[in-house]
Nanobody, 115 residues
């Protein structure tokens, strides 16, 4: 049974930081491309960042320079370090694990940026 369990969300003031974690089980973690996506109320789910099995990263333009994705294959965990948070970063953040013909999602964690 595949499980992706996100943690680390919460309420933070503008300019603050949060670190999201996603612990994976039931997959051969080190071969998967891992990603973070987010969905704000009334909007579609959008890419935030991805990291391949080889460590190559890709970011949405809106988060470049502020967010960093990383992975620890020994812990089957992917992280998203979010700095300089803005109100427009408010969304539910979802973890994704992907290889050809396999696509798994976590349940999401809420991030709210507000004063």
């Amino acid at each position: 049974q595949v499980q992706l369990v996100e943690s680390g969300g919460g309420l933070v003031q503008p300019g603050g930081s949060l670190r999201l974690s996603c612990a994976a089980s039931g997959i051969t973690f080190n071969i998967y491309t891992m990603g973070w996506y987010r969905q704000a109320p009334g909007k579609q789910r959008d890419l935030v960042a991805t990291i391949t099995s080889g460590g190559s990263t890709n970011y949405a333009d809106s988060v470049k320079g502020r967010f960093t994705i990383s992975r620890d294959n020994a812990k089957n965990t992917v992280y998203l370090q979010m700095n300089s948070l803005k109100p427009e970063d408010t969304a539910v953040y979802y973890c994704n694990a992907r290889v050809p013909y396999r696509d798994y999602w976590g349940q999401g964690t809420q991030v709210t940026v507000s004063s």
